[in-house]
């Protein structure tokens, strides 16, 4: 760990703090690529949707709904969406595998009439962000209601994988057959939507593992491992077959999880008590050592020395791959912890000066309602311009072909309409950024000189717009792996 980089930082909290002032260390600039991400939660409508798909007018406003969170989202610089996509044994799109969930009409396996996903895609895409499926992994329904589901429900279909644990059904991790169910529900989402990544929550054992009743499946299926290696093991290999099933059929997907916030103790700092590694038998850095996880949103809801040495441990065992740290900011709210805003603006701060690559925020609602301030404070200062997700060359380093502008013209008078040659790489469309300058060439190597980015290959914009007026622009193709190509100038 630097320790030195650390202290100085820490040092300068410490002084703020007594001061009892915001932090004055400005933050690093933002850099030309970041993962901005946020959860959007629809377990129980705490996010999305509050609305009632029962009727047309309900689903209407439940569409309204997302358009007006992703377009708040979309201004204070978010590029990445997890939106919740498996709850608790049950979905929010028309699966084959598994019922609808009760958040998007009150009943349990309900349709709603439309497709939630695919509208969330369209529109997610429509904004130039990612969106990545969240898929809740071992936690099912509580016993109470687990009758309620209907007859595709887990407790019907599959009643053999489930066990009872506290007030809950969970999935057994150590049955050969979960890890094979859960690639199945991967499988249906990759393959029928255009996600640009599968998210894992709680992909680990549950809190009281010890009393986690699989005994009887440690004496079938143990061998003469020790039972925490074995659970770590069969965690590992549920992500192993749903990297290797997923992968195959669409590479380019981001496949990333949010393990717990401390991965083990690190040196000088305990996790006490609460690891991924020990306590969950979550061995979430193995998997990016072993390349079967493009990028961790480790929950580091966490202060002070619970936070930072934590953080920076992540960063050092990345092996290359994306670290963008959970930040929880519902903590913020009065009713939960009512933490002073300096701890989550010195937090961000930190991130972004050791290097990490993005930031993750729990949860949606809590960023949009502008919680003591933290979306005026991205809108404004921490995300000044958009950003690029980082590329993942480990997949793929190939450059698209640069954009060949097809047309250029003035439309009313006061906007000018430029298009391009669509760019596709295997087959697959890519996205385009687009660059401003008052210099020429444009330099797209400037994070400031990045103006938007877009699915479509055309862009319109007001020749008397007060960011735009008398720039020169330029445009660039990214593939699906956020590779971009050269800039091609727009005349």
Known sequence: MNYRKTFIFLFFMAVSAVRGQELFIPAEPAPKREVRAVWLTTLNGLDWPKAKATNEAGRSQQKQELCQ?????????????????????AVIYPSQIEPWDVALTGIYDKDPGYDPLQFAIEETHRRG?????????????????????????????????????????????????????LSRICQEIVRRYDVDGIHFDYIRY????????????????GG???????????????????????????????????????????????????AAYTTVHQDAQGWLRDGIMDMLCPMMYFEGDHFYPFAADWQEQSYGRTIAPGLGIYFLHPKERDWEWGIVQRELCYLRQQGLQGQAYFRSRFLTDNTKGIYDYLRQVFYPHPALLPAMTWQSEK???????????????????????????????????????????????????????TWKPEYTYSLLSSTLYGLHLAVTALDRYWNESLATAVP
Not at 71 to 85: F, H, K, M, S
Request: glycine fraction near 6%; include cysteine; charge should be positive.
């Open 69 to 89: 969170i992703l377009d708040q989202l979309q201004r204070c610089g978010i590029n990445t969406v997890l939106l919740q996509t498996r709850i608790r044994g």
């Open 399 to 453: 450059q698209p072909d640069a954009p060949q502008i097809t047309e250029q013209k003035r439309v009313d008078g006061t906007n000018e309409y430029i298009a391009w040659k669509a760019v596709e790489v295997d087959g697959q469309p890519c996205r385009y950024a687009i660059y401003a300058s008052r210099e020429t060439p444009v330099d797209t190597g400037k994070p400031e000189n990045l103006v938007t980015v």
């Open 224 to 274: 003469k491992m020790k039972k925490d290696d074995w659970r770590r093991e069969n965690i590992t290999r549920i992500v192993r077959k749903i990297h290797a099933d997923v992968k195959a059929l669409k590479p380019w997907i981001r496949l990333s999880c949010s393990p717990v916030g401390k991965y083990r103790d690190v040196s000088r700092f305990s996790a006490r008590g609460w």
């Open 129 to 181: 962000m990612e969106l990545h499926a969240w898929v809740v992994t071992i936690p099912c329904f509580k016993i109470a209601v687990a009758r309620k589901i209907g007859k595709k429900s887990l407790l019907s279909v599959h009643p053999n994988m489930l066990r009872k644990h506290q007030d809950s059904y969970y999935l057994d991790p150590g049955l050969p057959e979960t890890a094979d169910y």
């Open 206 to 221: 549950p809190e009281g593992a010890t009393a986690f009743p699989d005994g009887t499946t440690f004496k079938k299926y």
